[in-house]
């Protein structure tokens, strides 16, 4: 019998400076085997035991509590059906500064007198010296700041990480990384360093560019932890005597972009010994230990290299390159040109019909000024002349599959370019195929488009906001899930959106984002949105579906609570004046901005702050209310179901006499409406077919087109599969023509559009061609094409129920679940379907032909079902 495998700590691999000291432990069971009867763990001397339980996923570890930065090596042992197995390889976790009080490294910051303006405000470089007197055994070091830090130890950028400490809510929550510096130090003379640019904190940022939004003040925090032979310890920190320059970073900005001039680098300013430049006495900054955090997801890395699918010169001394994709990143050149070039590289998602870049459909609009603002994404370099010099921005990103280049007096070549992309490294946990190519390509670019938009936070896209718009990720927390472990990455994002949820309850429409007291009135008064605002209840659902981690609803249900009564009490206590006079007017919620069914097809494509979506604020009210009450009842707190249950009758009889007409009709009569009344459950069970039968007729009115915006577009194909339409479902997901989620692709398209049809057919593009809301569709290919749904919360039992259709011979999907690797694989050859599945160990799986009567529950393993269609 094999040992256990795939061991993780909460949802990360071997973390290093995790901030919880009492971690939970998670592994796969042995291959072979059905079901756990017991396990034992062994931690660094501490032994569990043999402990009767199933359990196997998110297991607390109950040894002795590690102390800051004390190393936990473990490993487990299983017993099984099959019977002991062996020990699973050891693995560990490392907790990193726990307490305030471990700090005793200062803030500090560069006491720079110059007033640049935003966008044009330079990288500084930081440093102090020191001498170890002692060998080296083990040191960490431990850093964060206000702005974007790279971390340096004699001349050596001590890891690959990258935009760091990350995106916060920085009011209440600064990330902190550790590193292992080990093979970096030695005895004797030594230098710390960093380099540090206003990122997120002070740069400028979202849809009007706004600086400052988290202070006027970059500031660094380090702390390095040096351990000695014979227990001896050294500890150094930021401080009063650390220096500060500026070199080759001209200026930094996230949106804006970065400029480097080689000619002012620094050679070996973060190695012993002289380093030229003027330095300055740094000044110490406010303190802020106690906001200091770990963070529960995985770091941003450069996770993929690109080379250009075409370098081509547009007009002399202009070149436009290529990548074949769109990304969020960077560009890494080489062969710079003779000291003194100077590159200017502007980077888009769309070419003019003549060739160049354009970045027209990348300018944000100025609500104050009704003027566009300026796109960004632009970064120059003038090169020194030096033979293997090299300009890659660190302290910027883009989004963008063209660069325009211009300045170089040769050109180019392919060789000397290379797309870098950047985003958090999830680990992929799920992949579809299928037979018909196009969809396969739908589902890379819904896959890219994640990719693009996960930068420590959900986006909504990578170039124009880069802001966590709460409605995007709550359409698509689930495909997410399906495709990356998700868990860690979106606790992170939902401690910010918790953090900045208002005193009466709303949540921001975007978080992080500001305060409620740097919000202008219109800005104030736009927040609070349904459908927006219910992430906070829908988003932590999905992870509980997906994950089933207790730990998260729990931490996350105040806030939940708090938004829903922030809804009824707006039904309650702010109708709108011109109702009439109804049974339930108390639960329909009537009043306050909505974005509503925002960007259908045909409908409003700028905010309307006095249309009326009661149709759609009330439905959400009510599916929140009714999840809110399930999530008490899982909870304890059975006063709160009670409380939730009775405002989820409220608002469905309240949106039942609202919008249901006698005849069993809807009152709004568009297919997003009868989307949400059978996706959330709101028409009587008597009227369901008849919404059904309304929903498609509205699809064939349309052509066969959806008519849809971002909330009900999610829904819709299954929706309309679940009762009785499939092969309509088939249709729309097949259809090419626009609005379709084909046409993007027949168009091009390699990442999901903000608008149906971006792209004009005179080869004009509006908005965003990076937005991965409309994407969500691919959890349809998951969950009806292949057939995988979750049954119980992580996958412990789940069903494999295909759906065929639309003419494809083949399928399969594949998912690693907390439990191991499953798998739906079918075909069709004749008038026969064969289904290949297969099982992890520790689950159980209900499997359901179609069109079969019932199903059947089945043990882990791989089976093969024959059935007549």
Known sequence: MTAPTHLRVEHLDEPLGIGTPRPRLSWWLPAGSSRQLAYRIQADGWDSGAVGSAASVLVPYEGPLPRSGQRVTWRVKVWTDTGESGWSRPSWWEPGLLEPDDWTAAWISPADPRAAAPGERPAYLLRTEFALDKPVVRARAHATARGLYELHCNGSRVSDLELLPGFTSYRTRLQVQTFDVTPLLRQGPGVLGAVLSDGWYRGRHGFLRLPDQWGEEVALLVQLVVDHPGGSRTVIGTGPDWRWATGAIVSADLMDGQRVDLREDLPGWSRPGPCGGVWSDVA????????????????????????????????????????????????????????????????????????????????????????????????????????????????????????????????????????????????????????????????????????????????????????????????????????????????????????????????????????????????????????????????????????????LLAEFYPAMLRWVDFGATRAREHGHPGRAPGPHDRYLWDTGFHWGEWLQPDGPQHPEPDRDHSVVATAYLHRSARLVAGIARLLGHQGDAARMDELAAGTLMAWRHAFVRPDGGLAVDDQATHVRSLAFDLVPPAHRALAAARLAELVRRAGTHLTTGFLATPHLLPVLADNGHLDVAYELLLRDTAPSWLHMIEQGATTIWEHWEAVGGDGTVRGSLNHYSKGAVISFLHTHVAGIRPLEPGYRHFAVAPRPGGGLSWAEAELHSPYGRILSSWRVTGDELELRIEVPPGTTADVRLPGAEGHATTAPGTHTYRTRL
């Open 284 to 551: 110490l900054a406010e303190p802020e230990q106690a906001r200091l955090v770990a963070s529960p997801g995985p770091p941003v890395r450069a996770v993929e290299t690109l080379r250009p699918v075409a370098v081509t010169t547009v007009r002399p001394g202009v070149q436009v390159i290529d990548l074949g994709q769109n990304i969020n990143g960077r560009l890494r050149l080489t062969g710079l040109g003779p000291a003194g070039t100077t590159l200017t590289l502007t980077h888009g998602e769309a070419l003019t019909p003549d060739g160049d870049v354009t970045t027209e459909n990348l300018r944000a609009f100025d609500f104050a000024t009704r003027a566009p603002l300026p796109a960004g994404q632009t970064d120059r370099v003038t090169a020194a002349g030096l033979d293997g010099e090299t300009f890659e921005p660190r302290h910027t990103t883009h989004g963008f599959r063209y660069a325009r280049v211009e300045g170089h007096p040769d050109g180019l070549a392919p060789g000397d370019v290379a797309g870098v992309v950047v985003h958090t490294d999830l680990r992929r946990t799920g992949w579809f195929r299928c037979a018909d190519e196009r969809l396969n390509q739908l589902h890379e670019a819904a896959v890219w488009s994640f990719r693009g938009n996960a930068c420590d936070i959900p986006t909504d896209c990578p170039q124009r906001e880069r802001a966590g718009w709460t409605g995007d990720y709550q359409l698509f927390a689930p495909a997410a899930a399906f495709v990356f472990d998700v868990a860690g990455f979106t606790w992170k994002w939902l401690r910010d959106v918790a953090a900045e949820q208002w005193p009466d309850g709303r949540v921001p429409n975007y978080s992080p984002g500001q305060p409620p007291f740097l919000l202008s009135p219109a800005e104030a008064g736009m927040t609070g949105s349904a459908g927006w605002g219910d992430a906070m209840v829908n988003v932590p659902w999905e992870m509980w579906r997906a994950y089933g981690d207790r730990d």
